[in-house]
């Protein structure tokens, strides 16, 4: 079946702060917010990462070997909706609503506390599980705590990871496998993901600048994002998805940008609408060299330079595999009770970077004076899996 699929419900954390309204405020502020300076993460090291610093759901109300900081993040995503939620399963039973999420960390900052306290100690916590950081915690935490047994899937693709589990989760639905699903994505903050890209020299000690001639790599973020997709309306659809796989290269991007490309072009077609009707495209906008090039040609290849876009990684920071699900709740809202079409603020320096193919940057205080129809949202990852979400306003 090709029913339209409805984002109907959003609940979202992020460094921009909990819930619709913190992020939404964060959106479309005069000044940059969420990326601050923080030490302590890498020793001797002083970076602007996105942390969360809201209170997060208490994670005891789940089995000891489930607890961690990135499933205490899902859970608070999922009070924002739980309401919404509890409501589907007692219409569609426990057995019709599936969970797809997103992740690439899971639970490795408690293995990483884990193995210092066994350094300096001898031994390992008590406390410690190894199932902590198995990458299908986030679905066993949530979908035991529901009392769910529809289908449950945890994608792992780094950065592409939630944007995928969208997708997936669209595909339940429009396969008659599921009348609701719980799908989205959720990444904590932990060294081993900041190292790794400290020694890909990607890390900017600054708050990222993409785009920018002076751009010096990103921050890393942590955060989680959950919506509740059903074939009923609501304010928002997942209109269309494209997936692409360009293999390039473990870590770099395909520089031509085919791989993007492929995966924008797909979203459009499975949303039967052509270019000239996104109205904004955010972009995966690292800040690193490579990401950034690539990300221009190809989108200047399908748009042009009328499309407004921008990258609100200066503001959440690189959530990785929470990415593509928290770039969806920016379009979510970009979409939803914006008469005026305001358009996420591109934070940057403004050096315009002559190298890179031209697209035409939403400034702060962008807006297009009417609601937006459709917005197109991109997340690209190591080893060239692409995915590229269209959302569209329900009309």
Known sequence: MNDPVYL???????????????????????????VAAHAGVLPGQTLHLGIVG???????VLPAWQRSRNNALLLTALTEIRP????????????????????????IGESETAIAHY??????????HVGQQ?????VMALGGLLGLAGPSIVVSTACSSSAKAMASAARLLRGGLCDAVITGGGDS??????????SLEAISPARCNPLSRHRAGINIGEGAALFLMTREPGPVTLAGWGESSDAHHISAPDPSGRGASASMREALQRAAIGPDAIDYVNL???????????????VNGLFGDRVPVSSTKPLTGHTLGAAGAIEAAVAWLTLADNPDGRLPAHWWDGAADPALAPVTIAGPGSALGRPLDYVLSNSFAFGGSNASLVLGRAR
């Open 189 to 198: 903050m932990c060294a081993f993901t900041v190292a790794g890209f400290a």
């Open 54 to 60: 809201e209170t997060l759901a208490d994670d005891g």
């Open 8 to 34: 109907n419900a959003l609940g979202v954390v992020c460094a921009l702060g909990r819930g619709q309204d913190a992020l939404r405020e964060g959106l479309f502020a005069a000044a940059p917010g969420g």
């Open 284 to 298: 995966h906008g690292t800040a690193t060299a490579q990401n950034d090039q690539m990300e221009c040609l190809a």
């Open 134 to 138: 198995e990458l299908g915690s986030p």
């Open 84 to 107: 919404a939620v509890d409501a589907a399963i007692a219409r569609y039973g426990a057995d019709r609503v599936g969970l797809v999420l997103g992740t690439s960390t899971s639970g």
């Open 119 to 128: 350094a300096r100690e001898g031994v390992l916590p008590s406390h410690y």
